[in-house]
């Protein structure tokens, strides 16, 4: 059975359509409108091996927040329904990326209790057309509609890119290593019998 995740989401500032399957190949159909996000996206999905198709029209002659939060609001809710009930997962995934100077370790538990802790400073205020303060609203967002507890650490760095695609690169890798189906795991990944 495939496990995927659908959303549709309009309002006055953004219409998004979002689409993932997580045990993908990595294919991508991505059209933010922020050339930035979009480049985050695809790795995102080719390091998770997720396919993920992501549509968005937002109002982005204000700015790119609705947008970018936006979609991380529904990405969040695409990955709770793909997960389902989160029978036989792994549930937890850490994963370290290096990316020339910048060093950043992602640690994720699909517990179904939001959580989001980001340390590290950017040092920069824009990576093409979006603001650096962005990145932890979109994570922000996705942990809590997954109902993730998601911690990034940026650990090194001094090239704010570098840095920001670390922490996209390790979230699909931690994302991974958490929703792989463990043959032993004959049921629900935690002794109260649910997440």
Not at 60 to 66: M, T
Not at 81 to 93: N, P, V
Request: aromatic share 6%; charged share 25%; glycine share 10%.
């Amino acid at each position: 059975m495939a496990r995927t995740g659908e959303v549709a989401r309009k309002t006055a500032e953004t219409e998004i359509a979002l689409r993932l399957e997580i045990d993908g190949t990595g294919a991508v159909k991505i059209d933010t409108g922020v050339g930035f996000l979009n480049h985050m996206l695809t790795l995102l999905s080719k390091h998770g091996l997720m396919d993920l198709d992501v549509c968005c029209k937002g109002d982005l002659e204000v700015d790119a927040h609705h947008t970018v939060e936006d979609i991380g609001l529904c990405l969040g809710q695409a990955l709770r329904q793909a997960a389902g009930d989160k029978r036989g997962i792994a549930r937890y995934g850490t994963f370290y990326v290096p990316m020339d100077e910048a060093l950043v370790r992602v640690a994720l538990d699909f517990s179904g209790r939001p959580f989001f802790v980001l340390r590290g400073e950017l040092p920069y205020a824009l990576l093409g057309q979006m603001d650096t303060q962005l990145v932890a609203e979109f994570f922000r967002a996705v942990a809590m509609e997954a109902g993730l507890t998601l911690h990034i650490d940026i650990l090194a760095g001094e090239n704010a890119h570098h840095m920001v695609e670390g922490a996209f690169k390790a979230f699909g890798r931690a994302l991974r290593a958490a929703l792989t189906l463990d043959a032993r795991e004959q049921g629900i990944p935690s002794t109260k019998g649910s997440l």
